[in-house]
């Protein structure tokens, strides 16, 4: 639905805006500038639930003993072996 509006805004923060949005009219830069705005926050929606959604994961499955000393010790154990493979 559109409505006529009668505003008082910035001019320069208008033009500016048209140009980063690369728009021929100060209207299509406004109704730009506002879909962006509407799709930033619907993003940082998602975001949130995503990031609830892996907390909740990390909770359900618990502390995870990892043992670095072995990660280290396989990595050593293929370097070695690139070593060996090009003589």
Known sequence: MLKYKHMRLDQEK?????????????????????????????ERVRRVKLMKRITELRTQIGKMREDSSEWVRLARGERIKSYEGGR
């Open 14 to 42: 208008i033009d500016q805006a048209r140009k980063i949005l690369g728009t021929r009219t100060e209207t299509e830069a406004l109704s730009r500038a506002l879909d962006r705005v509407i799709q930033e926050d619907q």
